[in-house]
């Protein structure tokens, strides 16, 4: 796929002419702002079937076992989980692996400071001073309540259409990352205070610009029960799930005799098979997190 073409816009999509489509998404809550945005000519929707996707590795231990080709680069991918499962640990993985290969990588947290996460990655053995040193990292902190501030500015200038040309993420400037870390939605969706429609707004533009920017990314998703299991599919207005190209879930496993451990499982992955188990994931002391793809989970267990 070529920088700046869309396969998830192709979705919101209703008319397809020789000329430039111009596709409205109509939001269904409160205000009924329509958003307007440019996609792709007919033929690039042809073209996208024939191209072949570029794969990468997360090279975190045991984990691409799980994906048969690997993640296709550009993918946006979210990483779920509950409080503590290891999302963040999990991302900062993908950090340390990405930028020993090579790669260069921005972590954008809007939880924790930058210092203690570059302790986090001294903790598991890697140096992240050296990285930036070396130009393969970034790690910067974005306060969220900026973010819900700005669109609402933007809300209340358009009156009626939001126009997507806002860059609804920084990054640094003369640094084009190969992966971008996002930790996390769930403190962006909470600065909105309620604001469904202005939080998904603006998922619609991030998603989209990481799109335009073949920019692998992993957006890390605090949820309270894995939205993915039991009878129900809890969204909660953080309607993600759809406008994202791969779901990782981590777990905290319940035992019934009382014993917790972690689990991991690949939910989906547009343009690659997966491996439809739930195994065991670790955080080991100096190392970092491990993923055990031969080990499934078995016996008496909840997912939490
Ligand atoms: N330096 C460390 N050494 C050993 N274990 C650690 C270390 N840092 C974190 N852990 C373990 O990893 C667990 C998960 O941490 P992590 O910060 O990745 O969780 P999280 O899913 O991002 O949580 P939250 O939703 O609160 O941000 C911690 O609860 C802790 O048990
Ligand atoms: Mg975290």
Redesign the pocket.
Known sequence: MKKGESRKTSKSTNKISSKKIVSKVKLSTAGKKSVKQVANTPSNFLNVNHRKFNYIKTYVPGFDELIDDGIPAGNAILIE?G????????GLEVVKRACMKGKKVLFMSF?EPEDRLRA?ME??GSNAENFEKQGFLKIKRFNALDIARSVEALLSEAKKELLIDVQPVLIPEGFDPDIVIID?LSSIASSFSGEDSRFRIYMEQLFRYLEKHNMTSFL?R?VSNPTHTGNTFVEKGEAVSFLSDGIIS?YNVFYKGGKRKRAIEVIKMRGSGIDRRIVEFD?K?GKGAICYPNRVLKGDFILT
């Open positions: 989980g409080p503590g499962s290891g999302k963040t640990v999990f939880e986090h903790a598991f996390s890390i605090e981590i955080i002391k």
